[in-house]
């Protein structure tokens, strides 16, 4: 059973950073492609990052380029998104959620599994 479990959100002031984790489990990991979504209320999950397990290529959706960076420690089956300079509009569930196919994931958002999500709250 594919299992993801997010950590690392919490509340913290603009420009800050915080770093989350999606601890993976139940799957083989290189064969993965992990990706970050999130969620404001009242607002459709947006797409943020991926980064395919197997060659470590990434992509950012274009408000988060540049401020968050997305890495992958493939001996802990573990996925981090590092975010920096975060703004009010960051402030969201951010879910991970992993997928053997990229196109379902990122482009379909319909993975294999999503988490539970982690809170981020940036405050102005």
């Known amino acids: 059973e594919v299992q993801l479990v997010e950590s690392g959100g919490g509340l913290v002031q603009a420009g800050g950073s915080l770093r989350l984790s999606c601890a993976a489990s139940?799957?083989?990991?290189?064969?993965?492609?992990i990706g970050w979504f999130r969620q404001a209320p009242g607002k459709e999950r947006e797409r943020v990052s991926y980064?395919?397990?197997?060659?470590?290529?990434?992509y950012y959706a274009d408000s988060v380029k540049g401020r968050f960076t997305i890495s992958s420690d493939n001996a802990k089956n573990t996925v981090y998104l590092q975010m920096n300079s975060l703004k009010p509009e960051d402030t969201a569930v951010y879910y991970c959620?992993?997928?053997?196919?990229?196109?379902?994931?990122?482009?379909?958002?319909?993975?294999?599994?999503w988490g539970q999500g982690t809170q981020v709250t940036v405050s102005s």
């Open positions: 959620a992993a997928d053997r196919n990229q196109f379902k994931l990122w482009l379909l958002k319909r993975p294999t599994s």
């Open positions: 139940g799957f083989t990991f290189d064969d993965y492609v």
């Open positions: 980064i395919s397990s197997s060659d470590g290529i990434t």
